[in-house]
């Protein structure tokens, strides 16, 4: 029996109560750099198809392959934040396969000589326990083109009627990050698995050696995931899910292939060491290809390349750079804003964090800049179907449409038009303010001719407002915020209708 015979699913409590899960996850991290790994074609993302490259990265008889400086450092940056030690004498070596997409038919990879070796990253789980994760190595790498089903229903090969290859990302500069085995998680493997590659984003969105955009590729994981029964010692076989592009994603694959990989056990069936689609739309996995060992690939040294040899003064240097650890960071900005480990959590699952923390920077309040981000600015995001830092307004922005709020140049009600106006690209909030005539009024003869007029219209709730039903007063004041298109104070105009009919 083959894993496509598995009758169903086995229930998650029934696979934890017979088996142990044993998690390795490898991250792909696409460096920001300017240009490619081995040449100098640009690597920026949504380009012309096939306009960023050169007989270099597509591996034209001749060509010769130079290493990217910028991006051995930031490989050694990273290493270093995962408290690895760096190698200091290595070399490159060329990973021999087929794929359309590969132009050279190789890939200039690392093999047994990596940049960074042996380290760990501690994550925080949801209720706040912390879990170690061992990291084998990470290694430098080239990434490979891009291939363009046509045809079928699912976007993959299979059931496509022909395919295009677009080489633009064919030698951008990767960083690939693997762990070692993971065990012991039992039930919270998945949430390790997803609280892992949320920590390691993080970490290199800190270092700022890549923008992590897993709906652009910048950031890929790949979960392999093996069952063995519990009190044993050797892993089961293993399946890799790749490309699973979203952190909630990472989580429901590894918990799949558990449930998946647990009845085809059950059923007497065995696990087919091969390479797993994800797919988004139902959370399921289907099969790739079988999966290589290393001695498929064929290794050998890179003869066209020097060995990479970086000094103990670079490392030390580079040591130098490391940012604030954002575990660290959120910890001390918790501490400065006084705030619930609950708060802290929606601000980072709401991917507001770094934006409040600019806001605030630019002079805003943390308590309101946290109100916009994760309420009105929230909802924008929302209805345009986009992520918060994606919108079209900058942290100084909503500072000083804070700052409006504050001294009390705006009210709550015209700051979100404000607010609107912005997101439409009319410019900047003070210009918007000018040219709008949005200032609150607060000359209170003018409040108190509208106050009349409102009175004078509505006998009846007048009436009531003296007779002691202040709460008829909501009605006037609605009236006066009406004729002075929300820009008057509306405690004000309050004070000024309960003052008229006293």
Same mark, same amino acid.
């Given at each position: 029996?083959?894993?496509?015979?598995?009758?169903?699913?086995?229930?998650?409590?029934?696979?934890?109560?017979?088996?142990?899960?044993?998690?390795?996850?490898?991250?792909?991290?696409?460096?920001?750099?300017?240009?490619?790994?081995?040449?100098?074609?640009?690597?920026?993302?949504?380009?012309?198809?096939?306009?960023?490259?050169?007989?270099?990265?597509?591996?034209?008889?001749?060509?010769?392959?130079?290493?990217?400086?910028?991006?051995?450092?930031?490989?050694?940056?990273?290493?270093?934040?995962?408290?690895?030690?760096?190698?200091?004498?290595?070399?490159?070596?060329?990973?021999?396969?087929?794929?359309?997409?590969?132009?050279?038919?190789?890939?200039?990879?690392?093999?047994?000589?990596?940049?960074?070796?042996?380290?760990?990253?501690?994550?925080?789980?949801?209720?706040?326990?912390?879990?170690?994760?061992?990291?084998?190595?990470?290694?430098?790498?080239?990434?490979?083109?891009?291939?363009?089903?046509?045809?079928?229903?699912?976007?993959?090969?299979?059931?496509?009627?022909?395919?295009?290859?677009?080489?633009?990302?064919?030698?951008?500069?990767?960083?690939?990050?693997? #762990?070692? @085995?993971?065990?012991?998680?039992?039930? /919270? +493997?998945?949430?390790? !698995?997803?609280?892992? *590659?949320?920590?390691?984003?993080?970490?290199?969105?800190?270092?700022?050696?890549?923008?992590?955009?897993?709906?652009?590729?910048?950031?890929?994981?790949?979960?392999?995931?093996?069952?063995?029964?519990?009190?044993?010692?050797?892993?089961?076989?293993?399946?890799?899910?790749?490309?699973?592009?979203?952190?909630?994603?990472?989580?429901?694959?590894?918990?799949?292939?558990?449930?998946?990989?647990?009845?085809?056990?059950?059923?007497?069936?065995?696990?087919?060491?091969?390479?797993?689609?994800?797919?988004?739309?139902?959370?399921?996995?289907?099969?790739?290809?079988?999966?290589?060992?290393?001695?498929?690939?064929?290794?050998?040294?890179?003869?066209?390349?020097?060995?990479?040899?970086?000094?103990?003064?670079?490392?030390?240097?580079?040591?130098? #750079?490391? @940012?604030?650890?954002?575990?660290?960071? /959120? +910890?001390?900005?918790? !501490?400065?804003?006084? *705030?619930?480990?609950?708060?802290?959590?929606?601000?980072?699952?709401?991917?507001?964090?770094?934006?409040?923390?600019?806001?605030?920077?630019?002079?805003?309040?943390?308590?309101?800049?946290?109100?916009?981000?994760?309420?009105?600015?929230?909802?924008?995001?929302?209805?345009?179907?986009?992520?918060?830092?994606?919108?079209?307004?900058?942290?100084?922005?909503?500072?000083?449409?804070?700052?409006?709020?504050?001294?009390?140049?705006?009210?709550?009600?015209?700051?979100?038009?404000?607010?609107?106006?912005?997101?439409?690209?009319?410019?900047?909030?003070?210009?918007?303010?000018?040219?709008?005539?949005?200032?609150?009024?607060?000359?209170?003869?003018?409040?108190?001719?509208?106050?009349?007029?409102?009175?004078?219209?509505?006998?009846?709730?007048?009436?009531?407002?003296?007779?002691?039903?202040?709460?008829? +007063?909501?009605?006037?004041?609605?009236?006066?915020?009406?004729?002075?298109?929300?820009?008057?104070?509306?405690?004000?105009?309050?004070?000024?209708?309960?003052?008229?009919?006293?």
């Amino acid at each position: 029996m083959t894993a496509l015979d598995a009758p169903a699913l086995l229930a998650y409590d029934d696979v934890l109560a017979t088996y142990e899960p044993v998690l390795g996850m490898e991250v792909h991290v696409e460096l920001g750099t300017g240009t490619k790994m081995f040449c100098g074609c640009p690597t920026a993302f949504g380009a012309e198809p096939n306009t960023q490259v050169c007989p270099v990265c597509l591996g034209l008889p001749g060509s010769l392959p130079v290493v990217n400086e910028a991006a051995v450092e930031s490989a050694i940056r990273i290493g270093l934040a995962l408290n690895c030690s760096i190698t200091p004498w290595g070399r490159f070596a060329r990973k021999n396969y087929f794929y359309p997409d590969q132009p050279k038919n190789y890939q200039i990879s690392q093999y047994d000589e990596p940049i960074a070796t042996d380290g760990h990253l501690d994550v925080v789980l949801d209720d706040g326990t912390t879990w170690r994760v061992e990291i084998e190595r990470a290694h430098m790498e080239e990434d490979t083109g891009k291939s363009l089903h046509v045809g079928g229903a699912t976007g993959r090969i299979h059931g496509a009627s022909h395919s295009l290859l677009d080489y633009n990302r064919a030698g951008v500069p990767l960083v690939e990050i693997v #762990t070692r @085995p993971i065990t012991g998680a039992g039930a /919270r +493997a998945p949430e390790v !698995a997803r609280a892992y *590659v949320t920590a390691l984003r993080d970490l290199l969105k800190a270092l700022d050696v890549s923008d992590v955009r897993m709906d652009q590729g910048s950031l890929r994981c790949d979960a392999n995931v093996s069952l063995m029964p519990i009190g044993a010692d050797v892993f089961g076989t293993r399946t890799e899910t790749k490309n699973v592009n979203s952190l909630k994603s990472v989580e429901v694959a590894v918990r799949y292939e558990m449930c998946r990989q647990g009845a085809v056990l059950e059923a007497g069936g065995e696990i087919v060491q091969e390479t797993r689609h994800f797919h988004e739309s139902d959370g399921t996995t289907s099969p790739g290809r079988r999966k290589e060992t290393a001695e498929d690939y064929r290794y050998f040294p890179e003869p066209d390349l020097e060995p990479v040899a970086p000094s103990e003064e670079l490392v030390e240097r580079l040591r130098g #750079t490391l @940012p604030e650890l954002p575990w660290l960071r /959120r +910890a001390r900005i918790q !501490a400065e804003w006084e *705030v619930s480990d609950e708060v802290m959590r929606d601000l980072v699952n709401a991917g507001a964090l770094d934006l409040v923390i600019a806001t605030v920077d630019a002079g805003a309040p943390s308590a309101a800049a946290r109100s916009w981000w994760v309420s009105y600015l929230a909802q924008q995001a929302n209805t345009r179907g986009v992520e918060l830092a994606d919108l079209p307004i900058t942290p100084a922005q909503v500072a000083k449409v804070i700052e409006f709020v504050e001294n009390g140049t705006l009210n709550n009600k015209v700051a979100r038009q404000l607010v609107d106006h912005v997101l439409a690209g009319e410019g900047e909030p003070e210009e918007i303010v000018v040219a709008r005539e949005m200032v609150v009024e607060r000359d209170d003869s003018k409040l108190q001719a509208e106050v009349d007029k409102a009175l004078e219209a509505n006998p009846d709730i007048a009436e009531k407002i003296r007779s002691g039903k202040v709460a008829a +007063a909501g009605k006037i004041v609605g009236d006066v915020m009406k004729a002075t298109r929300g820009q008057a104070d509306p405690a004000r105009v309050k004070e000024l209708v309960l003052q008229a009919c006293s």
